[in-house]
């Protein structure tokens, strides 16, 4: 499979294929009834492309942090996103002050000496800058704690335990995906080439360099570098990207049909989500017919996981007189 089938490939793993999959499972497997979709994070572009796509098959929408942008805009994402991480990282760092210097320790180390990780890679400071996109999640402050706690054993070297769970925070085994379909999600139609948007966005903020200190963490970004350094994804690089460049993509939202959408949609927005702005995500809801949100600070981007999210969201929907099946 060349560059080009590779790109080809991966363009049907998007949002409208999705919905295409699951609608064969309604029709072949719930003889066609109406359902309600319950979604997390990305669950969330998920459900406007099927509002976009398939309304007729949805009873109730219920989103957890995951009402993205539209028109779906890259730029104006990373624009919210590196802002957000910094404070994510300053927010670390208060709650850990002796960690300034640890990590500042780690990073120093990593960019003076071939660090090598069980698998071979080698440790990079931006692989190492990259795990702070578990700063969204609980208790994502505290495993960056435990880790970087556990660095260094005696004579200064890193221990086994600190490179081993570096590596499988960062190697992608699990979900190899993930970053070469990141940016791919905010491509529409003809919205243009998405051209690295999060590395366009890292160049003109000079904080996060990997030099600087206090290091900042990134965040939920892709990064040229990643597929390049990291084994799981150096055979990505070719078609990946030529989806940076793609010009014309499949239509995964009908703006208008999202506006005079009749199906009741309950949306928890997070405010403080390190991952999907809160700001856009109120603008999408202010433009989508019948939906509602719910503001909180409660809760991190895995709020999902509370056991009371869910329920004050079909609450929502129960409460305006909608379905709740």
Not at 4 to 27: C, M, N, P, W
Not at 52 to 77: F, H, K, M, Q, R
Not at 276 to 285: E, Y
């Amino acid at each position: 499979m060349d560059a080009q089938q590779g790109a080809d490939y991966l363009t049907h793993f998007r949002a409208d294929s999705i919905v295409a999959d699951l609608e064969q499972v309604r029709k072949r497997i719930y003889g066609g009834t109406k359902w309600a979709t319950l979604a997390q994070s990305y669950g969330g572009w998920l459900t406007l492309s099927y509002l976009s796509l398939s309304p007729e098959a949805l009873a109730a929408c219920y989103v957890c942090g995951g009402i993205p942008g539209t028109p779906p805009n890259a730029d104006a994402v990373y624009a919210r996103t590196f802002p957000r991480v910094a404070a994510k990282t300053a927010e670390y760092y208060r709650r850990y002050p002796d960690d300034v210097a640890k990590v500042a320790a780690i990073a120093d180390h990593l960019a003076g000496e071939d660090v090598r990780l069980p698998d071979g890679d080698r440790l990079t400071v931006e692989r190492f800058q990259s795990l702070g996109c578990d700063f969204g999640m609980k208790p994502g402050f505290e495993r960056m704690h435990w880790l970087v706690e556990k660095a260094f054993i005696r004579g200064g070297r890193f221990s086994e335990s600190f490179l081993a769970e570096a590596m499988s925070r960062s190697a992608c085994a699990g979900n190899p995906l993930y970053w070469p379909l990141q940016e791919t999600i905010y491509g529409n139609v003809d919205n243009g080439p998405l051209n690295w948007a999060a590395q366009r966005a890292r160049d003109t903020r000079p904080e996060f360099d990997p030099e600087r200190r206090p290091m900042l963490f990134t965040g939920e970004m892709a990064f040229p570098w990643m597929f390049d350094q990291i084994r799981l994804l150096k055979g990505f690089r070719p078609a990946v990207t030529l989806l940076e460049h793609r010009q014309r993509w499949s239509r995964i939202y009908d703006l208008d049909r999202l506006a005079n959408s009749a199906v009741p949609v309950a949306a928890a927005v997070y405010f403080d989500d390190m991952y999907v702005d809160s700001g856009l995500q109120l603008d999408t809801l202010s433009r989508l017919g019948n939906s509602q949100a719910w503001i909180t600070n409660e809760y991190e981007h895995d709020g999902i996981g509370s056991g009371t999210v869910f329920t004050r969201l079909r609450e929502i929907v129960r409460d305006r007189g909608g379905e709740i099946a």
